[in-house]
């Protein structure tokens, strides 16, 4: 397992990160405590969760999951850089859902007891909240971290200007501020080189991609419904259907190099600025040792160059579109 800085900070996390959404609705506990385990022997330190993630009738499920896992011991928290997040409606109540003082701290309390430690690394406001000043937002993570309930912020889904709003915020108190962005980002899907990357950079962010295999699309989708393996259906197969060429060059090309489709996708996101650590969300342990494949895996210039061209991305604003 290779290692690297989240953003600026000094903390070091693998350069995957877990992600555990999957884990109640899609994976069941016993195979989530065994991926769990299985990235640990891997060396994956970095987990990602939400306090909302388990479902609309269960939010709460996955984080509780994790914390029976905490909770056998055996060095499971003390090597786990541990990652939630804050923002989602978890009951039909007023504030009890986005960034005001109040929910923050109702919502991290909460997820403490779930989660079953005193202490979360990294944690993440889910999505932006245009009702909440800063300073109301920032004045409760300055007591989280007072407490030492939390050590680092972060925010996920947040455009390149949010990001700027969050840190001159944190700046006039002055406090460290954000020192990572969640965001959709792959192969196929990268609006966030516009602002969102050159943000992250200018701040010392690490950009945390979701999605980086988009759904599965970037993950050898046409040779395993070639194989019968796979049949695509709704949003997915209009997707497919959309990208289809792209995707089937974007294989052949994989198949030249002589690695899976998968790999690639998640290699080439690692040699993205501003990227941290590429989140997988295996529902096998199987699928995790998939994933696990593309951190040793290097492409070189004309690779990389091969990949633009099949895949092109925006410039950077206001490049992209002022001139």
């Known amino acids: ?112 007891k779930r989660l079953q430690t005193d202490y979360i690394d990294l944690y993440q406001f889910h999505h932006v909240d245009r009702n909440t000043p800063w ?77 980086p295999l988009h759904g599965g699309l970037l993950g050898g989708v046409l040779q395993k419904q070639n194989d019968g393996v796979r049949r695509l259906e709704g949003r997915a197969a209009e997707a497919l259907a959309t990208h289809h060429d792209a995707i089937a060059a974007f294989e052949s090309f994989a198949a030249d190099l002589g690695h899976a489709p998968g790999d690639v996708a998640l290699a080439w996101l690692m040699h993205q600025p501003a990227v941290t650590a590429p989140i997988i969300g295996p529902r096998t342990a199987a699928q995790l040792e998939a994933g696990l494949r593309a951190v040793n895996l290097s492409l070189d210039a004309d690779a990389l160059a091969t990949l633009d061209k099949i895949f092109p991305g925006p410039k950077t604003a206001p490049e992209d579109y002022a001139w």
Request: hydrophobic share 40%.
């Open 135 to 211: 300073d109301e937002i920032w004045q409760a993570i300055d007591v989280a971290v007072q407490q030492g309930k939390i050590l680092y912020a972060g925010s996920s889904n947040f455009a390149g200007w949010h990001i700027a709003a969050a840190q001159e915020a944190a700046a006039r108190r002055p406090v460290t501020g954000l020192v990572s962005e969640q965001s959709i980002y792959s192969l196929l899907e990268r609006s966030v080189e516009r602002e969102v990357i050159p943000a992250a950079e200018h701040y010392g962010l690490g950009l945390l991609p979701w999605s």
């Open 1 to 112: 397992m290779l290692y690297t800085q989240l953003g600026r900070s000094g903390l070091s996390v693998s350069t995957l990160c877990l992600g555990t959404m999957n884990f109640g609705p899609h994976t069941d506990e016993a195979v989530a405590f065994k991926i769990m385990d299985k990235a640990h022997e891997a060396g994956l330190n970095f987990f990602d969760t939400a306090n909302g993630y388990g479902g609309n009738d269960r939010r709460g499920w996955t984080e509780e999951i994790i914390g029976r896992w905490i909770a056998q011991g055996g060095g499971r928290r003390e090597r786990t850089v541990l990652a939630t997040k804050v923002y989602a409606n978890m009951t039909e109540w007023p504030n009890d859902s986005k960034l005001s003082a109040l929910n923050i701290r109702r919502s991290l309390d909460a997820s403490l």
